[in-house]
């Protein structure tokens, strides 16, 4: 059943697809437009119909039709091309079979090993078998499981007619990692009724609600005096960026919140006396405290500006985007039938805001109930990243249980 589960994980991961947030093409690199090609023609080759890719916001679209003579809700269900900001290159993938729940050497050469004592989820695999790096890239579980799951689990469908269900959808974009993957996605043209994102972490993961993200861009103007005669002269940017930084609640970061506490996070720092930029994200499940820190971001500005000699700090803040729960809420119908659907693999469904965002979360406000499930993978990322073959198998499990409860509900 599981044939081409794996082997198709690894092939995806050994093509390089990463994310170029300094890019204005799209997608954002070529190889993820090469590995649309690809994943074009293999989709053919299982028998999907209505095969597509579109130019305009690059994603891959196809179709498994219904074979039921009723009427039931069109699923879709997505997952993106592109990896994160890290070596992708020569994803080198290592196998461990029976994992005995002890520190698995990634590189002996570079001294890079993957412990439980600094990730105790390591702990919760004793005994399967896992996919990690060599220690030099990051793997690409993040979300070429996911990619590798949907399309197994068409492929089982398509071959085995005595799974009854009705039309499907399937849709793998690009730049879900840079947050603008989902920007043009053509709701419209999917055609489904509700969908999931397989972009989840460990196994049971069933999410509908989101932060709430914002960017927010600080620049901060100085003047610059020679040292020896700078007495009541310098301005020095790169001090006004600590004052700002010392500003913000300082408890209120990602290293120190958890749950649904939201944070501000400051993601990159740059600068000479002359000119200085610090570089924020900003995010919170509730709509009010959202709004309510991008205003305190703002209002550390204001503050420090009456009190210069001129207005030398400004704030660009971009919302990103929203918590897709102000959506999902009004129609529970894909969260009832994702629950009942792990609940009869014997999957207890984990049912927590997510402490980011997926394409889900813009989609969803774009007319498209999207919400996410685990694909599998931890570690996300970097070169610790794993995942088990027994998670990704539940998953492709938990695909199949989703099409053929929407079959039957439609009764």
Known sequence: MYENLIPRFIRYVKTETRSDET??????????????????????EIGLSEVSYNTKNGFVTATVPSNIDKEVPTI???????????????????????????????????????SPEDFPNLKNYIGQTLITTDGTTLLGSDDKSGIAEIVTAMEILLKDDSIKHGKIRVGFGPDEEIGIGADLFDVE???????????????????????????????????????????????????????????????????????????????????TEENAQLTYIIRDHDREKFEARKATVQKAADDMNAALDSE????VLKDQYYNMGEIIEKDMRPIEIAQEAMESLDIKPIIEPIRGGTDGSKISFMGLPTPNIFAGGENFHGRYEFVAIESMQKATDVIIAIARLNALKGE
């Open 23 to 44: 890019s204005t093409t799209i997608p954002s690199t070529p190889s993820q437009v090469e590995f649309a090609k690809t994943l074009m023609e293999e989709l053919k």
């Open 76 to 114: 879709g269900f997505i997952a993106h091309m592109d990896t994160a900001d890290f070596n992708a290159e020569n994803v080198d993938p290592q196998f461990h079979e029976n994992y005995d729940g002890e520190t698995i050497v990634l590189n002996k050469a570079e001294n890079i090993v993957l």
């Open 189 to 271: 043209a999917f055609d489904a009724d509700f969908a999931y994102t397989m972009d989840g972490g460990p196994v049971g993961e069933l999410e509908f609600e989101s932060f709430n993200a914002a960017s927010a861009i600080v620049s901060i103007q100085g003047k610059n005096v020679h040292p020896g005669t700078a007495k009541g002269k310098m301005v020095n940017a790169i001090k006004l960026a600590m004052s700002f930084d010392a500003r913000l609640p300082q408890a209120e970061v990602p290293e120190k919140t958890e749950g649904r506490e939201g944070f501000y996070h400051l993601s990159g720092i740059s600068g």
């Open 312 to 315: 030398r700090v400004q704030v």
